[in-house]
């Protein structure tokens, strides 16, 4: 039996969902993303839409708007925060994968979780964006605009929340290139897990 | 028979050394390090120690060095750039693994290349230190000092030599926090392995 919560960061269309998916299969647990936008919605009373259209603007800092404006948070980090309880409450019942939504930082008081990035060159990513149904675009151009798009919001929804640094291994137990293949990645990810276990005892 | 060619770049006093060795020794081919710096040093007639020495000091960048200075280059350009040709000339020889020296970046044109970094909390690596043999500091000041100077020395040499950030995730295939342990490094390692040359064929 699993005990150990597995956070995935993700580059767009690297197959990150998909390696999350199979890693929550082959652990018996639940993987968590968008549900979490549900979950958040249904705290609120907010629809599930301005809460993912609000994922998606940041200026500053949360720590510069918690600073400067205090209980008048923009909804964008009210939902962080939101998200951010919902994220601890869920860690806190036990074993599960949290996809995106900076869940390595938002747990990481926690010694109980593996912290995975999932990136790939940007060309090797631009060839998987054909095959993969959740890409919008169909042509070259479109692809790169997309992708490109799709980086710098989750670049800048981390740097924003964290204050650490997209894509910079320090923040992860373990990233991985996903040209290694979708079935390494998630034995890599199952070693680590085992690994994480047997050295908590 | 293994046919890749492994680089592993990694921070002090994160074992990475030890990792790189034991996954040497289970594809049974060689590991190149200091006897980097030997053939160098023969192949140059300079002492190795005068060699050692010139791979800790480093001002502007290569590319600027080029640019300037053009054939009067400092001796740590000239020592790094004849590094880089006997890395190739092993990498063409077949497999082996590459310890530090920026060889991610120095094969970065090959395909058959797994690039490997090491890393850890620094509270993890200051314990480290104490029972790792290679540190010549005693008391608790003097091995945050090591710590602290030796990743300074190795970021400068890597940002300088490669353009690219030290501890970037993207420069590597792989990239594993020591804390899940030198066993579970040196699997994920030969997975990632096994993954890289079943998908080349």
Do not use: S, W
């Given at each position: 039996m699993a005990k150990t919560i597995i956070t995935v960061g993700r580059e767009y269309c690297t197959g990150g969902r998909y390696i999350a998916e199979d890693v929550a299969k082959a652990l018996g647990i639940k993987l968590y993303d968008k549900e979490l936008i549900t979950m958040a919605a249904k705290h609120s009373g907010l629809s599930e839409e301005a809460i993912a259209a609000s994922e998606k603007k940041h200026t500053h800092s949360l720590l510069y708007n918690l600073y400067t404006v205090g209980n008048d948070l923009p909804l964008s980090d009210q939902v962080f925060i939101l998200q951010s309880r919902i994220i601890k409450d869920l860690a806190e019942k036990g074993p599960c994968v949290i996809l995106g939504r900076c869940g390595d930082y938002v747990l990481?008081?926690?010694?109980?979780v593996l912290r995975v990035f999932i990136y790939a060159p940007v060309e090797w990513r631009r060839e998987y964006a054909k095959t993969n149904?959740?890409?919008?675009?169909?042509t070259e151009k479109g692809i790169r605009e997309e992708i490109d798009k799709t980086d710098r919001q989750r670049s800048a929804y981390y740097n924003y929340y964290t204050q650490n640094r997209w894509g910079?291994?320090?923040?992860?137990?373990l990233a991985i290139n996903a040209e290694l293949g979708k079935e390494a990645c998630v034995e890599m990810i199952l070693a680590a897990v085992a690994a994480k276990e047997k050295a908590e005892g």
């Open positions: 990481r008081e926690r010694k109980d149904p959740l890409v919008q675009a169909t910079d291994a320090h923040n992860y137990d």
